[in-house]
């Protein structure tokens, strides 16, 4: 099973995942009190370590944007929040394709609770990603996914922490997003995330 730490905009967040080795990153380009500008995502990702995905994190941003974000290195992946639809994922892979070879970039698609009764057939989209709302801080009924038949790997998002990510990872989805239960008062938590990722990778088989 695999994790991501979201909401990356320190250095210091940069020097927690580095030592704690998630398997991916988020850095926010989205309205957050988390976002940070493309120059500082850049920065930033060029002090990760090596292994750690970075994820930039989209709510119907340009296509341009976040092609150049890929383009220049900062992102590997594209989280999509917004009502980007099947023709606007297919525009955005095409623009990030290197040499005519489009496997280099991957899109992950949310899905908010509100449409878990029909998982849309985002074809395009390598990952969906089931939350909340992008930066609430709440979960839902984890247990409406059990019901659901889910065609793409997938990552479980919206409140998870260190007291209740044991529920989270017996749902076996492919990956847990942490964003504010890796926090203390709005800021990354070096003992949290490290506690997080501990409890991830000793559930992995």
Known sequence: MRIKICGLFREEDIDFVNEARPDYVGFVFAQSKRQITATLAQYLRFRLANGITPV??????PINEIAALFHNGTISIAQLHGDEDESYITQLKKKCEINKKPEQFKVIKTIK????NQIPPVTGADYHLFDSGAGSGKSFDWKTLKTKKIDKPWFLAGGINIKNIEQAI???P?????????ETKG??????????????KGNTK
Do not use: H, M, Q
């Open 56 to 61: 930039g994190v989209f709510v119907n941003a």
């Open 187 to 200: 800021i990354k938590d070096r003992k949290k995330i490290l506690e997080l990722i501990a409890a991830v």
């Open 113 to 116: 609770p509100n449409n878990f």
């Open 170 to 172: 017996a749902l076996n």
């Open 174 to 182: 492919f990956a847990i997003d942490v964003s504010s239960g890796a």
